[in-house]
């Protein structure tokens, strides 16, 4: 588990609990054989291909996540023509967990996955692989330029490669629509925003740190009220592309359309031309240390739900209206990066170079991976599907529960015998809490 950060982090949460390991909890396993969907003529259609995660296996310093690459929510249709769909990839990705600080400055993202979501479903940086005149030196922003070919869901696929490049939350779920494809082709997408409570964990970069959504503890030692994490990568105040954000001073034959200026994407052939505006490349954005929450890389050093004992983490972040903010997922790698992920062309591998080469086991999610254990008094299993077990000669008299938000949700005391029912609540990190302040994290999975 990632190490404790105590100097930055000034409060006490007394006692914990060993964690329930999200790199092992948190991933979708497919246990119903449902198969992936998508809009076609119309009609939501079964497209016969397993969705989420098939299996999960790990040893004590590596997770192995084998998966289709097929979402469960409705995928389609690509409306600049794409004519791919969602295909079995047969994924095998290696997420380290023991994370480790990578070089300082961060370790820059390729084109091709950089991550993968809970669902399997793979994450890309905010680049297309085109470049202005193919010059190599304004870069495309896929959040830009192919906008108008994602689905409902934020996501499409290259030659059937599923992915995301933004957060995968429908498009309807937003203040300010920018793409109206789900009033005709609705999807669930992976989440929902919702601004009251910490955003969930959605997926894993491939150096092993955990990403969330955009909403979170305003304080990164967990307290404060939740707010939206804001970039740190900033617009900048330019009208012509003839600099670059580190104050490099482009040839003329280097410089990038003026703002404004119409251009023609490299993508659909036959395109219509659109306007260049601020935010169309990569290069438009500048990084600002402080002017948000969050690093160059698109993290920060900070308590969640999941590590109450505090993690590096990124979060997928979005502006004021819960539209993609660049730069979306992860500009860089906070951490070591397991390569492995990547097939033999690099990033943009088909498929990935993971091979097992030690013992494992395998987690079907009802596995005991964690258990509250102090000398005198235990809780367990943890996961949790349905209920929890205190045994133990001084176990506690009485244990509330609290939600990620600290709302209480339910109660037990000794007179309801040694066990607690908790099957009646949603899947979500919570904390048992006792009377003298201990807090123990419990995951209740599906």
């Known amino acids: 588990m990632p190490r404790f950060y105590s100097q ?27 198969t992936g ?14 969705c989420d995660v098939e299996q999960v296996q790990y040893s004590d310093d590596n997770v192995y996540i084998n998966a289709p690459g097929v979402p469960r929510y409705a995928t389609a249709p690509f409306n600049d023509g794409n004519p791919s769909q969602a295909s079995d990839t047969d994924y095998l990705f290696r997420i380290p967990r023991n ?29 297309d692989a085109f470049s202005f005149d193919n010059l190599d030196i304004w870069h495309q922003n896929g959040g830009f330029f192919e906008l108008a070919g994602f689905d409902c869901a ?4 290259a030659m059937g490669r599923y ?18 494809v789900c ?31 955009p909403y979170a503890y305003e304080n990164s030692d967990g307290t404060g009220g939740i707010v939206r994490m804001e970039s740190s990568h900033v617009e900048r105040d330019i009208t012509v592309r003839q600099t670059l954000a580190d104050g490099t001073i482009l040839a003329p034959n280097e410089y990038g359309p003026a703002v404004g200026e119409l251009v023609t994407p490299a993508i659909p052939p ?85 091979v097992i080469n030690e013992p494992v086991e395998t987690y079907d999610g009802s596995s005991r991976v964690s258990v509250f254990d102090s000398p005198s008094w235990s809780l367990f299993p943890n996961p949790i599907r349905d209920w929890v077990t205190i045994s133990g000669p001084s176990a506690p008299e009485e244990l509330n529960l609290l939600d990620a938000s600290g709302r209480m949700v339910s109660q037990w005391n000794a007179r309801m015998g040694n066990t607690w029912d908790l099957g009646g609540l949603a899947a979500g990190m919570y904390f048992a809490t006792t009377l003298d302040g201990t807090r123990i994290p419990l995951l209740i999975v599906e």
């Open 270 to 354: 036959g395109a219509e031309p659109v306007e260049a505006v601020i935010g169309a490349y990569i290069e438009d954005f500048e990084f600002i240390a402080g002017s948000g929450h969050l690093d160059e890389n698109n993290g920060r050093l900070c308590v969640t739900p999941e590590y109450p004992n505090g993690t590096y983490a990124y979060f997928a972040t979005v502006n004021e209206s819960w539209n993609p903010q660049f730069p979306y997922f992860l500009y860089s790698y906070y951490g070591v990066v397991a390569e492995d992920n990547f097939g033999a062309g690099g990033p943009q591998g088909a498929v990935t170079s993971v």
């Open 37 to 50: 969907q998508f809009w076609n003529n119309g009609q939501l259609t079964d497209n016969g291909i397993l």
């Open 154 to 157: 934020k996501g499409h696929p």
């Open 183 to 213: 009033n005709d082709y609705p999807s669930e997408g992976l989440m929902t925003i919702d601004p009251s409570v910490h955003s969930p964990l959605i997926g894993f970069a491939f150096d092993g740190y955990p990403i969330y959504g």
């Open 8 to 34: 930055i982090f000034l409060f006490s949460l007394l006692p914990l609990a060993a964690l329930a390991q999200p790199e092992l909890a948190s991933w979708h396993i497919n246990t119903d054989g449902a």
């Open 163 to 180: 992915h995301h490049h933004l957060l995968p939350s429908p498009f309807s779920n937003s203040q300010d629509v920018i793409n109206a």
């Open 99 to 127: 994370p480790e600080v990578g070089p300082s400055g961060g370790t820059s993202t390729g084109l091709g996955h950089a991550g993968v979501l809970v669902n399997g479903v793979p994450i890309y940086n905010a680049l």
